[in-house]
């Protein structure tokens, strides 16, 4: 029995033995498959725009997005995300990039955008919103954002403004989500909504001053009062979009009358301006 185990033992550690000697694995950087046909100094101002966009942010503004883009969200699979991709034309790009900045771009500073925005920003003529199936101006995933151009011809300023807002919640969305450390909020600006963080019951209809009262932030143009509250992760998002739509006269009344929407007001607001962020001017004002 002995002289099994000998043997055993002398296997083992020459089996331990290749394994220290085996050549190290080797893998060839490949690059992203779009970087090739980037060049800033091009004729095309859509390549020329999203080739500066890639080496001025270390981050992709995508206008040709196949599944590869958005499918697999590097931990996570979106099966249920569908696109139409827009239209191949250089001016109806052109216009969508325009869109774009004049929405949410160039309310952010080039050191914002390089450190706080999604990996990819996609271009779409057309989203369903992977929860419910329905038509969507953005969607968010861990790394990339999509946000639809068709209507954008189409769109009253009132319209830009309610979607420039939803495109800044989205942004936050992440912050929140993902960069718990950014803004380094206090817990007592959680701790007032914590028990009803992701409470989801479309069914049970609440004022809007009900939630007013826990300190949860409604969209100013919502046409329900279903109870869809935010994640803990959202909720920076949802306050950011509140804050963008509602003129400043309502919010001075709401922060009146309820303290628990005083108390994340003035915990938000600080901490925004402690980072450089006035959320006045993030308002979509054309």
Known sequence: MKSYQFILIILLGLSLYNCDKEDDIIVDEVPYKRVHMYDTNSSNKVIKFISQYYYTYDHFLITDPDSSDYLYNFSSKNELLEITPPEQDEEHLWKGIEFLKELLLDFYSTDFIKSHFP?????????ADPVFGLPANCYTGRY?????????????PEEKAFYSAELH???????????ENFLDLPD????????????????ALWPREQHYKIGIARNKLEQWEATWLPTKGEDVGTWIRFLI????????????TYEAMRTKYEILVKALERV???????????
């Open 119 to 127: 990996y990819s920003i996609i271009l779409v003529d057309e989203m």
């Open 144 to 156: 990339f954002c999509c946000v639809t151009i068709q209507d954008m011809d189409n769109m009253s």
């Open 169 to 179: 919640e989205a942004i936050w969305f992440q912050i929140g989500l993902y960069e």
């Open 188 to 203: 007592g600006f959680f701790t007032i909504s914590f028990e009803y963080y992701n409470y989801n019951n479309l069914f």
């Open 245 to 256: 739509e509602t003129p400043d006269d309502e919010i001075l009344e709401i922060i009146n």
């Open 276 to 286: 450089g962020i006035d959320y006045k001017k993030l308002r979509y004002t054309k």
